[in-house]
């Protein structure tokens, strides 16, 4: 047998033994794929948009991490989810399976980016450490981006929470005065109050008492959904005067003025705090603009004097 015979012989052998690895890679990944049972998600929320466009990958490792990560509802990340409006969106395992997809997501972003700019080789070849640089970088990028989003998103709800409370206690106490009595009163508030979190939880509220919860546990569990305080004094004061017995028009009342005087104390302190946040983009950004705009032209002057 010839040497040239003998190279094409070999070069066939290693083609055939990397098509045989990776056909049996492409099948083991099909059959761990297939095991995975499909999700019941007709009473379940759609999810945020980017976890949609990388459902799947999420999902299958989502199944693969559900061992490992607690789906309890009192765990913090069930918590944190919970607080965040996405408890009928995803689970705690598909979070984390989030943030590893995020993580080698942007990490091979990151890459491409290098390769495409030619950035990641020079005259010598291929620079493999600036691959490993990018991809590390794009993969902490990757995954602490997912939580910053979360505590965003837990953020955004809270203040809306806060913001609509006053004008559906409002509503509640229009109701309640006019005559209805509280579950009523809370059926108005939620066909005629603005869209939001607490129109979503006073909702579940409501089907919880028609399923046959005692409103009280029902307004308790909503209050342990939420963990604001100030969810938590309505919720307990309303749930005290139901017990004694008193009139509901004069306390809800009073529980409207003192979120409204909440809130304005609120946009007091951050109204308070802007200046102090506002200093260091002030002193790192502005003032050396500043600073170069005024001195250019005396710098100019002096150069051209020869001063």
């Known amino acids: 047998m010839s040497p040239g015979t003998q190279v094409n012989l070999a070069i066939a052998l290693i083609a055939l033994a990397a098509g045989s690895a990776a056909g049996l890679v492409a099948l083991l990944i099909g059959s761990s794929v297939a095991k995975i049972p499909p999700e019941d998600r007709r009473y379940k929320d759609k ?109 955004a709800r809270k203040s809306l929470l806060q913001k609509t409370l006053p004008f559906y206690i409002d509503l509640i106490t229009l109701c309640v005065e006019a005559g209805l009595n509280l579950q009523g009163a809370l059926s108005q508030a939620v066909a005629k109050g603005p869209k939001g979190a607490l129109r979503d939880e006073i909702q579940r509220v409501l089907r919880d008492v028609r399923a046959g919860k005692a409103r009280a ?14 969810v938590t004094n309505f919720v307990t004061a309303m749930i005290q005067a139901e017990r004694m017995g008193m009139n509901l028009g004069p306390m809800l009342r009073a529980q409207a003025d003192q979120r409204r005087s909440e809130r304005f104390l609120r946009a007091e302190k951050l109204a308070m705090e802007a200046p102090v946040k506002l200093l260091f983009p002030l002193i790192v950004f502005i003032f050396p603009c500043t600073f170069i705009v005024l001195f250019f032209p005396i710098g100019v002057q002096i150069s051209q004097l020869g001063l």
Not at 60 to 72: D, E, M, T, V
Not at 83 to 111: D, H, M, W
Not at 120 to 149: M, N, P, Q, T
Not at 217 to 230: C, F, G, I, K, V
């Open 47 to 155: 999810p945020p948009l980017g976890f949609r466009l990388l459902w799947w990958p999420i999902q299958w490792c989502g199944y693969a991490l559900r061992p490992f990560i607690s789906n309890a509802p009192n765990s913090p990340l069930s918590v944190k989810l919970r607080k965040a409006g996405l408890e009928y969106c995803i689970n705690a395992p598909q979070f984390i399976a989030a943030r590893i997809v995020a993580a080698f997501s942007v990490a091979t972003f990151f890459c491409w980016i290098l390769n495409a700019t030619g950035l990641g080789s020079d005259a010598a070849g291929i620079i493999y450490g600036r691959y490993w640089k990018a991809g590390s970088i794009g993969a902490v990028f990757g995954w602490f981006y997912v939580a910053i989003w979360l505590k965003d998103q837990m953020a």
């Open 217 to 230: 546990d029902a307004l308790r569990n909503m209050s342990d959904r939420l963990q604001e305080s100030s």
